[in-house]
């Protein structure tokens, strides 16, 4: 090889960025404590509350039962898992009927879980969700 070596910034450059690449995969790994989970649906049935928190025509998220609830008419109910498609990351906020990932942007549409914006390409996958006793509950056999 006859290439000279290389110049001490070039490599301190390269240390600096390999450093901040692996930041940024911890943050998207699933161990990180950004809200990643191993199941990003309920594996049982969670108790939300009252249906009255969900606004008709909007949703809401419930991030620590990892579930975003939209009610598209009065008395009917659908269930997305909160857990962003492309890398993970728990849902942060509504806003204008899209649901936000805070990592990486991705935006999903609440009445469908379709994604809006990526890099999300894959819709959010729905978990049921039924009225019991008057309150929602959503996960299985809900």
């Known amino acids: ?3 000279k070596p290389a110049a001490r910034r070039t490599v301190l450059k390269g240390a600096a960025l390999g450093g901040a690449v692996g930041i940024g995969v911890a943050a998207c790994s699933t161990d990180s404590k950004l809200g990643h989970a191993e199941n990003p649906t309920p594996t049982a049935p969670e108790p939300l509350g009252s249906p009255d928190a969900v606004p008709v025509g909007g949703a809401k998220l ?3 039962q990892r579930v975003m609830v939209s009610c598209p008419a009065k008395g009917e ?3 997305f898992s909160a857990q962003c498609t ?3 990351c728990l849902l942060d906020k509504i806003e204008d009927g899209h649901a936000n990932c805070p990592c990486h942007g991705s935006r999903f549409n609440v009445m469908t879980g379709k994604p809006v914006h990526g890099p999300a390409t894959v819709p959010l996958p729905p978990v049921p969700v039924k009225l019991k006793d ?3 509950v959503a996960g299985p056999d809900a």
Request: aromatic share 14%; proline share 0%.
């Open 1 to 3: 090889m006859t290439g």
């Open 134 to 136: 008057g309150q929602l």
């Open 62 to 64: 419930y991030r620590e």
């Open 77 to 79: 109910y659908k269930a």
């Open 86 to 88: 492309h890398a993970g």
